[in-house]
């Protein structure tokens, strides 16, 4: 079964610095694709970036970007210029095959960022 | 274009009871799928619809149900209501079933007591 690992329940970071958030990841499938979503405290779930195992180049989306290495089965989110808006929980997830060509998303337990100003 | 909207935002039920939950999708999407987050873990896969259609469910009982309608609208049914259904339930759209992302609206947070 697939399985996503988050072990770092709260981080903190100063203003306008990077900081890694952390996702380890457990599949026997060859095609998958990992998510990462934002969850500020009115509860929505924010999509963030996307990376497929097939794609050879990291992904990136403005200040995210996801540092991904296939072999060790992580996809660590990084986030660059940290503003104090950036302060919420970040879920990784992983893409579940379902039924013909459905899925559905496994998450992480999630991680606590905190931005100090 | 218009996001996800999710009605009410915050319900109060006592065990036992039913609840109905509502989603309207995002403009074009017609897949949805409905995840409960309990207090402080990741969201859980509910189930998911397409075109109208049940086409995916995760470990819930029969007495968590749902719709899809037409205009792509869904509904999250939960019946005999338990305490540990407390939780936040999102709902999710997409266009159609393949690795496009979930767009999630805000949630409702369900309390049973």
């Known amino acids: 079964a697939q399985k996503i690992t988050q072990t770092q329940p709260g981080m903190f970071v100063q203003e306008k610095e990077a900081v890694t958030l952390d996702c380890t990841y457990d599949t026997s499938d060859q095609s998958y694709g990992l998510f990462w979503y934002k969850q500020p405290s009115s509860g929505e779930m924010i999509f963030l970036i996307y990376?497929?195992?097939?794609?050879?180049q990291n992904a990136t989306e403005g200040r995210y970007s996801l540092n991904f290495q296939k072999a060790r089965k992580s996809a660590n989110l990084v986030i660059s210029a940290s503003q104090l808006g950036d302060s919420a929980m970040y879920f990784c997830?992983?893409?579940?095959?379902?039924?013909?060509?459905?899925?559905?998303?496994?998450f992480g337990s999630g991680t606590r960022l905190l931005v100090r100003p | 274009e218009t996001g996800v909207t999710q009605s009410p935002t915050h319900l109060i039920k006592t065990r036992g009871q039913q609840v109905t939950l509502r989603c309207s999708s995002q403009s074009g999407h017609n897949t949805v799928s409905w995840y409960q987050q309990a207090l402080g873990q990741g969201p859980q896969f509910i189930f998911q619809?397409?075109?109208?259609?049940e086409n995916g469910r995760g470990n819930f009982p029969p007495r968590f149900s749902g719709l899809q309608f037409p205009n792509y609208s869904s509904e999250l049914n939960v019946n005999a209501l338990e305490l540990d259904d407390s939780a936040l339930y999102l709902c999710?759209?997409?266009w159609g079933t393949g690795a496009s992302p979930l767009h999630f609206g805000n949630g409702t947070r369900l309390t049973v007591t």
């Open positions: 990376q497929g195992s097939y794609d050879e």
């Open positions: 619809y397409y075109r109208e259609e």
């Open positions: 999710a759209s997409s």
């Open positions: 997830a992983m893409r579940e095959p379902w039924m013909d060509s459905s899925y559905k998303l496994i």
